[in-house]
Nanobody
Framework: VQLQASGGGLVQPGGPLRLSCAASGFALDYYVIGWFRQAPGKEREGVSC????????FYGDSVRGRFTISRDNAKNTVYLQMNSLKPEDTAVYYCATGRLPVFRPLTPNEYGRWGQGTQVTVSS
């Protein structure tokens, strides 16, 4: 039973990157899946999440309009498409699951299972 985050890397400012969060050993159907990030010296920040039971989504203010979260239930995977990346998006990105109901969608404490992080670096 695990979450596997992947897709991080080095990208130039303004460029795109897509992260994947694949679940194995359990189905994502009745969970909220969240993406969080943590930059050095900063607290973990909620980026986006998707309620896999009804498809509703939430975004943090700093990424709204640039990032898009989506799901592929057949692959038991959630994606985070990141466009117009900025240097301040540089961080380790984590995916996590929260069992429904989740009352504070972008709060890390609402999530009980975490994947390992994937590094995203935005730099020229």
């Amino acid at each position: 039973v695990q979450l596997q985050a992947s897709g991080g890397g080095l990208v130039q400012p303004g460029g795109p990157l897509r992260l994947s969060c694949a679940a194995s050993g359990f189905a994502l159907d009745y969970y909220v899946i969240g993406w969080f990030r943590q930059a050095p010296g900063k607290e973990r920040e909620g980026v986006s999440c998707i309620n896999n039971s009804d498809g509703s989504t939430f975004y943090g203010d700093s990424v709204r309009g640039r990032f898009t979260i989506s799901r592929d239930n057949a692959k038991n995977t959630v994606y985070l498409q990141m466009n117009s990346l900025k240097p301040e998006d540089t961080a380790v990105y984590y995916c996590a699951t929260g069992r429904l109901p989740v009352f504070r969608p972008l709060t890390p404490n609402e999530y009980g299972r975490w994947g390992q992080g994937t590094q995203v670096t935005v730099s020229s």
